[in-house]
């Protein structure tokens, strides 16, 4: 059974660093690209970036890029989200996803599995 | 950016009748569109990929039509499980955009 385990709630203030945390487990980790997507409050959903861990290639969001950074550790089977910097505005739940490919006419990306996400606050 | 566009932002039904769902692209997206539903505190869940495909476990009062740039979800009789937000997800070109949400509530 698929299951991505995410590191617990946050709380921080502006200006701190911060490394959540998404464990996968009951599938193949290097070969699957992993998600990060971002729900703030009472918003809908943005995709932030994915990376495939068996080679670290990453691909970020414009909205995303240089804010924060996507890694793994192909070790422990766990893909990591962290910001060098918090602001108020990166308050939200961030959810990991793995992603899934179909060949049909073209090829068919989606997110399938989803952990439960990680809620970070940010307040001074 | 592809631009998604989902209507209506709520929609009231009542328990049993027939609910539609509309999602549109900003540019042509092929058949690279998904569907999830999502429950207040919980995380979305897959309900169709490939614009039509149900995901595993599914029930088939859902179902997904369309391609190139306007889809639709249709939930055939709503049942009281499936009151929530539903989002689609264009995934043809980075960056992978969402729309911003369907709540289905109870009328």
């Known amino acids: 059974e698929v299951q991505l385990v995410q590191s617990g709630a946050e709380v921080k203030k502006p200006g701190e660093s911060l490394k959540i945390s998404c464990q996968a487990s009951?599938?193949?980790?290097?070969?699957?690209?992993i998600a990060w997507v971002r729900q703030m409050p009472g918003k809908g959903l943005e995709w932030m970036g994915s990376?495939?861990?068996?080679?670290?290639?990453?691909r970020y969001s414009p909205a995303f890029q240089g804010q924060v950074s996507i890694t793994v550790d192909k070790s422990k089977n766990t893909a990591y989200l962290q910001w060098s910097s918090l602001k108020a505005s990166d308050t939200a739940f961030y959810y990991c996803?793995?992603?899934?490919?179909?060949?049909?006419?073209?090829?068919?990306?989606?997110?399938?599995?989803w952990g439960r996400g990680t809620l970070v606050t940010v307040s001074s | 950016e592809i631009v998604m566009t989902q209507s209506p932002a709520t929609l009231s039904v009542s328990p049993g009748e027939r609910a539609t769902l509309s999602c549109r692209a900003s540019?042509?997206?092929?058949?690279?569109l998904a569907w999830y539903q999502q429950k207040p505190g919980q995380a979305p869940r897959l309900l169709i990929y490939?614009?039509?495909t149900r995901a595993t476990g599914i029930p088939d009062r859902f179902s997904g039509s369309g391609s190139g740039t306007d889809f639709t979800l249709t939930i055939s009789s709503l049942q009281s499980e499936d009151f929530a937000v539903y989002h689609c997800?264009?995934?043809?070109?980075?960056?992978?955009?969402f729309g911003q949400g369907t709540k289905v509530e109870i009328k």
């Open positions: 996803a793995t992603l899934a490919t179909v060949a049909a006419q073209e090829i068919i990306w989606f997110f399938d599995f």
């Open positions: 009951g599938y193949r980790f290097t070969n699957y690209w």
């Open positions: 990376i495939y861990p068996d080679d670290s290639d990453t």
């Open positions: 540019q042509s997206v092929g058949i690279n």
């Open positions: 490939g614009a039509s």
């Open positions: 997800l264009q995934c043809r070109k980075w960056p992978w955009t």
